[in-house]
């Protein structure tokens, strides 16, 4: 019983800073699909580019992957403002016959980024073997007699913590800054934006680098828990997009709490189902949230607001 | 002189492989035919019914699964499956029709890329059942010249051509663009646009599953990373009707033919070859970008003879 | 007889309320016009009739049937055609293939679409125009193409929702002109619209929505002299 008890709990603790972690790949992409009506599926390439910037500045440097999310994010950030100007902004122009130019054009994205990678860097796996990879702080280590024995990895720890202070810092930005209420602005009502004198087109492009900027951060934090090779973007692009639709749909509340949703989920399915079918049960519930919550966490969000 | 040109190509086809082609090029044929299929499948719901999929590999694979696995678990001929697959992937269809077609956009588009990946999971799972990653091999291939491969997958075509022409100059055509437009007005003009995407569905499933069935037996060998991919099926799914030109008749053969060559002559660069992925990419993005109606359909633009007949075209 | 029966509908979005026990009813043969102010809860109305949404309380009868748990397309096929305020014309359709895809509503095959859609551009006025893009029609010819759309699933009753909206006057003067010749067919009309002259001239009975409430209703000479109504939507139409 005990043995249960404390394997269900401390996959409860995993799937909590898993959904941390999370959250911020889904923040970043909720951001964009508020904004830009698109769903972005080059996200996890773009994590994974930042993965390899933190894997070379700490193979080649010695610079610890925590350090480099100051190096990475900006790097991303810079990477999702060109991109947006010189290939997706153009195509919102295109008229054709198909309204999913732009997701499509995303997917062409990933597919150059996943692929440049592996002709660069080989298909090998990768990670940063940092020296605090296997610290862990243990229950019995504070607690002599609690019956049961749970751990807490200080890198899945410490990324965590990390998850929230960028998730902060975006809340500050989105909220207290002029740039942050206008893109605000813009994902409710462009039409209202426009009018309120709001660079509609500025604003674009700053959001989808600061999305790209986040999952960049994301990436950067990841690197020391888990390994790196060039195609690790489409299932971290599956994990954005269910969140977003998880949360509602450019919902950033939605999109965090979606986020610690699905990592207790993954964890869950690992545990009791077995690693592989992690997969299936991420896309189980993104089907469930599609067909019974349409609106996602961000609804039932609102309905409360309303006292409803 | 157009009502000539489907027979025409049949025709000339149909005498190609008594020209004496080597092994190499009656191969390449026989990819472009097998996407052109695949192609004109997508088209149906993607390009006249306007319900892009991601995720057209789930179709494939499971027409490449039901070949294989009745000739793994039965030990008869995997052309069985090419029967066979037209009732699993009807209900296969339906299924993910249900889960998916009350979605719009986007969100449809994301849940078939989620429903593919699913069933590529799955089939690597459920080792007893498919083998899992070991795939399934049929040891004896029926035929040792690729000639009459290119027989079948030329019928095929040509029967998978004829019936997108027969739909789409049908009541079922006019309400595949009727939704495709725009599905609010198409309901209130009294069209049930859930039964007739479904139907569209359906029809583009089967044909998908029918190329997954015959690449099966074509090959000889399938495991779930090579029917059930997103990008070198599904994506390239999209890329072969946009390329062509979506809506289009001839889209998809055209773009099937561009990008079977395409890969051909990328993979054959010693240097470039890993690349292929970048390549791609790249066109669809020029695609996108500058020839957004692909090259059959910009085709007639460039040259002045687009002379708006119909919306079918 | 009345056609169509709006029985104490309410509609709420969230904790909104769109409408709030509306109640009337269409005569057969007749012309509704439905007006009030921008925001009043006309095209949801319009929505709930069509079959859009459901009515969060109340119902709606046509010919004595409910029809207020039905799909659009369900409620087309029973006699109520409807236009858009946007108008919605398949973009890279032709006006005749347009009018086809609506047609086969009630044809048995093509040729008898083809048929019933030549007869409805005839009908408006747009046999000319029928192998044009409709995306290329101005705006006034996209508007009758609408009304050729919904006329070719041979309704009984026709919703029109703002069809007047953005037509110079002798655009509008052709539309009237249609209107009548459709209610000459003996068809059912209820119409949305802002241009008071056109309500007046067409409607035989008016209802006015204010705030998602009906708060008047009769023939257009007692509607003019409502105070109620002048307060909320001639007065506003005035200061504008």
Redesign the interface.
């Known amino acids: 019983m005990a043995a249960q008890v404390e394997l269900f709990l401390q996959t409860l603790i995993s799937g909590f800073l898993l959904g941390g972690l999370y959250a911020l790949i889904g923040l970043g992409m909720a951001l964009i699909m508020g904004v830009m009506r698109?769903?972005n599926l080059a996200h996890g390439d773009l994590m994974m580019v930042a993965m390899y910037v933190a894997y070379w500045l700490f193979t080649l440097f010695h610079i610890d992957p925590y350090l480099s999310v100051f190096v990475a994010t900006p790097l991303l950030f810079f990477l999702g403002v060109g991109l947006q100007k010189f290939?997706i902004n153009?195509?919102m122009k295109?008229?054709?016959?198909?309204?999913?130019?732009q997701?499509?054009?995303t997917?062409?994205?990933?597919?150059?980024l996943?692929?440049?990678a592996?002709?660069f860097f080989t298909s090998n796996y990768r990670s940063t073997p940092v020296s605090y990879a296997s610290k862990a702080w243990y229950l019995t280590d504070f607690w002599k007699n609690a019956p049961i024995e749970l751990s807490l990895s200080a890198p899945w720890s410490l990324s965590f913590l990390a998850a929230v202070i960028i998730t902060v810092a975006l809340w500050f930005f989105l909220t207290k800054t002029d740039t942050g209420k206008s893109i605000r602005a813009t994902a409710q009502d462009i039409d209202a934006a426009l009018l309120m004198g709001v660079n509609v087109g500025v604003m674009r492009a700053v959001t989808f680098g600061i999305g790209a900027a986040l999952v960049g951060g994301a990436g950067c934090l990841f690197i020391p828990i888990y390994y790196l090779y060039p195609s690790l973007g489409?299932q971290f692009t599956?994990v954005g997009?269910?969140i977003t639709?998880l949360g509602g749909m450019g919902s950033t509340e939605g999109a965090i709490i979606g986020g610690v949703i699905l990592g207790i989920f993954e964890s869950m399915t690992a545990t009791y189902l077995?690693m592989?079918?992690a997969?299936?049960g991420r896309?189980?519930i993104?089907?469930a949230a599609?067909?019974f919550l349409?609106g996602g966490v961000a609804s039932i969000l609102r309905k409360q607001r309303l006292g409803k | 002189m157009k009502k000539f040109m489907p027979p025409i190509i049949l025709a000339v086809l149909c005498f190609l492989p008594l020209v004496g082609l080597s092994s190499y090029a009656m191969h390449i044929l026989v990819l472009v035919i097998m996407w052109s299929i695949i192609g004109m499948g997508w088209n149906l719901l993607?390009?006249y019914c306007?319900q892009?999929s991601?995720g057209h590999a789930a179709f494939f694979g499971m027409g490449a699964y039901s070949s294989g696995l009745l000739y793994y678990h039965f030990g008869i001929s995997g052309w069985w499956g090419l029967l066979v697959s037209i009732p699993v992937l009807t209900i296969t269809s339906l299924v993910i029709g249900f889960?998916c077609l009350?979605?719009r956009?986007?969100?449809f588009?994301?849940?078939t890329l989620?429903?593919g990946?699913?069933l590529r999971?799955?089939a690597?799972?459920l080792v007893k059942f498919t083998q899992g990653d070991l795939g399934i091999l049929i040891k004896q291939r029926t035929w040792v010249e690729k000639t009459w491969y290119f027989y079948v997958i030329l019928l095929l075509a040509a029967g998978s051509f004829l019936l997108v022409k027969k739909v789409m100059?049908?009541?079922l055509g006019?309400?595949f663009?009727?939704i495709?437009?725009?599905q609010?007005?198409?309901?209130?003009?009294?069209?049930?646009?859930t039964l007739y995407k479904t139907i569209a569905l359906c029809l583009s499933g089967v044909l998908t599953g029918m190329a997954g069935a015959f690449y099966m037996n074509y090959m000889g060998y399938i495991d779930p990373t090579t029917v059930f991919p997103?990008?070198d099926i599904s994506?390239v799914t999209?890329m072969v009707v946009?390329v062509g030109g979506?809506?289009t008749y001839w889209g998809p053969v055209i773009g099937a033919l561009i990008m079977v060559f395409l890969a051909e002559v990328i993979r054959s660069m010693p240097k470039i070859g890993?690349?292929?992925?970048?390549l791609?990419?790249?066109l669809?993005?020029f695609i996108?970008?500058f020839l957004?109606?692909g090259i059959v359909?910009d085709f007639r633009k460039i040259t002045g003879l687009f002379k708006?007949?119909?919306?079918?075209k | 007889m009345s056609l169509l029966q709006i029985q104490h509908v309410s509609k709420r979005f969230g904790g909104l309320a769109a409408l709030t026990d509306v109640s009337y009813s269409v005569e057969k043969g007749k012309i509704l016009g439905l007006i009030g102010p921008n925001g009043a809860g006309k095209t949801t109305l319009f929505n709930v009739v069509?079959?859009?949404y459901p009515p969060t309380k109340g119902e709606v009868l046509f010919k004595e049937e409910r029809i207020s748990h039905l799909?659009?397309?369900?409620?087309?096929?029973r006699g109520v055609?409807?236009t858009?305020q946007v108008v919605?014309?398949?973009?890279?359709?032709?006006v005749l293939?347009?009018v086809?895809?609506?047609a086969?509503?009630r044809a048995k095959d093509?040729a008898g679409?083809e048929r019933i859609a030549l007869d409805a551009l005839q009908f408006t006025g747009l046999y000319d125009d029928r192998?044009?893009?409709s995306k290329s029609l101005p705006l006034g010819k996209r508007k009758k193409l609408e009304i050729a759309?919904?006329l070719a699933?041979q309704p009984e009753m026709l919703l029109l929702d703002e069809s007047f909206a953005g037509l110079n006057p002798f655009e509008q003067n052709e539309l009237i002109d249609i209107i009548r010749k459709v209610k000459a067919k003996g068809i059912t009309i209820m119409i949305i619209e802002h241009h008071m002259k056109v309500i007046m001239s067409l409607s035989d009975q008016v209802v006015v929505l204010n705030y998602g409430e009906k708060i008047a209703e009769g023939t257009p000479k007692e509607i003019g002299n409502n105070p109620l109504v002048i307060e909320a939507y001639l007065g506003e139409a005035e200061r504008a």
């Not at chain 1, 997917?107 to 150059?112: C, D, E, T, Y």
């Open positions: 698109i769903i290939l153009p195509v295109v008229e054709s016959i198909l309204p999913h130019n997701v499509i054009l997917v062409g994205i990933g597919m150059i996943a692929n440049l592996t002709v489409k599956n997009f269910v639709v077995g592989g079918w997969p299936v896309f189980l993104f089907v599609l067909v349409p | 993607g390009g306007g892009v991601f889960i009350r979605l956009g986007a969100y588009a994301l849940a989620a429903l990946e699913v999971v799955t690597e799972n100059e049908s009541k006019y309400y663009v009727a495709r437009e725009d609010d007005a198409a309901n209130s003009l009294g069209i049930n646009t997103l990008y994506i999209v946009m979506v809506a890993a690349a292929h992925q970048t791609f990419g790249i669809l993005i996108i970008i957004p109606n359909g708006p007949r119909g919306a079918l | 069509n079959g859009f799909q659009p397309y369900q409620i087309c096929k055609g409807r858009f919605r014309p398949l973009q890279r359709m032709t293939d347009n086809i895809a609506s086969f509503l093509k679409a192998s044009l893009v759309r919904a699933t």
